[in-house]
């Protein structure tokens, strides 16, 4: 069982900056996938962001994509996204997750967090 719990999200204006970080429990975060997805209200589920058990290997949505960057530090068991630009339509609540492959697609993900809100004004 592997514990996950985000923390950053907030309120922002459109054009700022948040930093999103997801603490995960366990000896062996350091060979887990990590995804971060996101869900605003009345839609599905969104792939956002994963990355690497080494870090080396990172892919996002496109809607996301030359604004976030997802980054890992192992020796903390964290796993960051850094959303630069936001948008109105960046909010949601984010979640992160553990992958058991290098997936875009939610179901190959085993464990979750209990989610961030990030609210972007215009």
């Known amino acids: 069982q592997v514990q996950l719990v985000e923390s950053g999200g907030g309120l922002v204006q459109a054009g700022g900056s948040l930093r999103l970080s997801c603490a995960a429990s366990g000896r062996t975060f350091s060979t887990y996938v990590m995804g971060w997805f996101r869900q605003a209200p009345g839609k599905e589920r969104e792939f956002v962001a994963r990355i690497s058990s080494s870090g080396g290997r990172t892919s996002y949505a496109d809607s996301v994509k030359g604004r976030f960057t997802i980054s890992r530090d192992n020796a903390k068991n964290t796993v960051y996204l850094q959303m630069n630009s936001l948008k109105p339509e960046d909010t949601a609540v984010y979640t992160c997750?553990?992958?058991?492959?290098?997936?875009?697609?939610?179901?190959?993900?085993?464990?979750w967090g209990q989610g961030t809100q990030v609210t972007v004004s215009s």
């Open positions: 997750a553990v992958g058991q492959s290098f997936s875009a697609n939610y179901y190959a993900y085993k464990y």
